[in-house]
């Protein structure tokens, strides 16, 4: 039964995928690119549907019927590989990238938010193919999995197992009982957000599709822009700021809309995560800007502000949007954009990276020890937001942190025995797992992940899709205890 429902769900979640590219087909035929935009989307949709129709008719499958905990953990898996797979052939076919490693790469990069490239003539590709582009990590800034169960219910099934093991999305607990509606809420408010910013951006100057596509890079907090130069090309002060702020919006937890939704504000501006990821963008884009500003590295503290902030909204969301080349700012400078790529945004956003409600967590864990230090008859706890964190999951967090950095570790060895520097090789790691984009060195702003080996970038797309799931979902595949029956 399981094989049946898992099945199902990934020939659905596949058909979603293939629905979008029908839509970017669609709009590269009125945009008449010709032909090219058939044989570019053709082979997906037609390997969608060969997915698709024998599932939706042939599997029968008991309504209420559920996935078990380890067969949530495989879909999610499988489901991004496939879909990035699948998501990789229009690049293939339209020539877009030299190889099939390089179109994977591009692919995942832009499922899992991550927004670092192979591609370096980006405006030379048709609207089709960047419309594409952008709407993976659209698709994947939410959760593509997030999307398949919000339309669950139709097929017969539930999907908790599924939504537990996706854990970047939304702490859905905390919003409504039924998972599918949740899904559905977390969707509206993206969806909404997302039109407000493209709306702010046409007012900017950009015209219709520049505004979707960097809409969409903006509140998936994925990067993807269609200039070479990214935002720095229109260069503009109004469309870096709310860039900016919209950036920080997405890094945000999507729960805290719905409290704002249903005017409980004070709990949101009590939220200890909230205040501390503020905290955090406000003293780094003024010790940076200050650090700009006397160094003489733009003419105004204003024009440093701007850039500085950008920047650090940037890197701190793991959106990786660029307008400046942080690599030849001052050493101080560097040192911070470099610290913000070990953060991420909040929990339950669509930021990477390890998330400041663990790194709250555990830093308050290590307080509440040297206290016991000083004083090992008293009884401590960790308490966020005013709530005892129980003991398994404060040990969750480190454990999870734990593998985090030695997957950091492990992936730097792996890119660095490819020749390549250890700032680089760190960076490059970092900027995936934390699904961050740009990093320092050879894949600094100004560069991309095109000069690398074929079979280095299937690496780097695997360390993309392990930081995206948080570790546990991908590694858990890996352990002899999941295999046994």
């Known amino acids: 039964m399981e094989i049946k429902i898992l099945s199902k769900a990934l020939a659905f979640l596949l058909s979603v995928v293939t629905g979008f590219m029908a ?116 698709l994947g800034g939410m959760g593509i999995v997030v999307l398949t169960v919000a339309i669950f219910p139709f097929l017969g099934f539930k999907g908790r197992a599924v939504m537990e093991a996706e854990s970047p999305g939304p702490q859905v607990d905390k919003i409504t009982p039924r998972l599918s509606q949740t899904a559905k809420i977390m969707w509206l408010i993206y969806l909404g957000l997302t039109v407000i910013l493209t709306i702010l951006l046409m007012f900017g100057g950009l015209s219709l599709f520049d505004s979707i596509a960097h809409a ?47 005017g409980q504000a004070l709990s949101v501006l009590r939220d200890t995560e909230l205040r501390v990821y503020l905290a955090i963008f406000a003293t780094a884009s003024m010790v940076i800007s200050w650090n700009l500003f006397s160094n003489a590295s733009y003419g105004s503290f204003m024009k440093a502000f701007r850039y500085a902030s950008f920047q650090v909204s940037s890197i701190l969301t793991t959106t990786g949007s660029a307008t400046a080349d942080y690599t030849k700012w001052p050493a101080l400078s560097q040192a911070i954009i470099f610290s913000l790529m070990f953060i991420g945004g909040c929990a339950g956003s669509t930021s990477g990276g390890p998330k400041i409600s663990r790194i709250v967590t555990l830093f308050k864990m290590g307080l509440s020890e040297m206290r016991y230090l000083l004083n090992p008859r008293g009884v401590y706890g960790v308490f966020v937001d005013g709530k005892y964190q129980r003991k398994y999951y404060v040990y969750d967090i480190a454990a999870m942190v734990f593998l985090y950095i030695m997957s950091a570790f492990a992936s730097t060895l792996v890119v660095s025995a490819f020749g390549y520097d250890v700032l680089s090789s760190l960076t490059a790691t970092m900027a995936c797992l934390g699904n961050i984009g740009p990093g320092f060195g050879l894949v600094g702003p100004a560069s991309n992940f095109g000069f690398m080996p074929g079979a280095l970038k299937l690496w780097l797309s695997f360390i993309m899709l392990l930081g995206r799931l948080e570790v546990y979902t991908v590694l858990v595949l890996f352990t002899k205890s999941f295999w046994n029956k």
Request: glycine share 8%; with cysteine.
């Open 216 to 262: 969409f890079a903006a509140m998936a907090t994925g990067g993807f822009s269609t200039r070479n130069a990214s935002v720095g090309a229109y260069d503009s002060a109004y469309v870096d700021g709310i860039l900016s702020a919209f950036m920080i919006l997405a890094g945000m937890n999507f729960s805290l809309y719905w409290k704002l939704l249903r």
């Open 23 to 138: 839509l970017c087909m669609l709009f590269g035929l009125l945009d008449k690119e010709g032909v090219q935009v058939l044989i570019a989307f053709g082979p997906s949709l037609a390997l969608g549907l060969l997915c698709f129709l024998p599932a939706a008719f042939l599997l029968r499958i008991k309504r209420g019927a559920s996935l078990s905990n380890r067969s949530g953990y495989l879909f999610v898996v499988l489901a991004w590989l496939l879909a990035s797979l699948v998501g990789a052939l229009p690049y293939y076919f339209y020539k877009s990238v030299p190889a099939l490693p390089d179109a994977i790469f591009e692919t995942m990069s832009g499922f899992t938010t991550t927004g670092a490239s192979v591609i370096t003539e980006i405006e030379a590709l048709p609207r089709s193919i960047l419309l594409w582009r952008a709407m993976t990590h659209w």
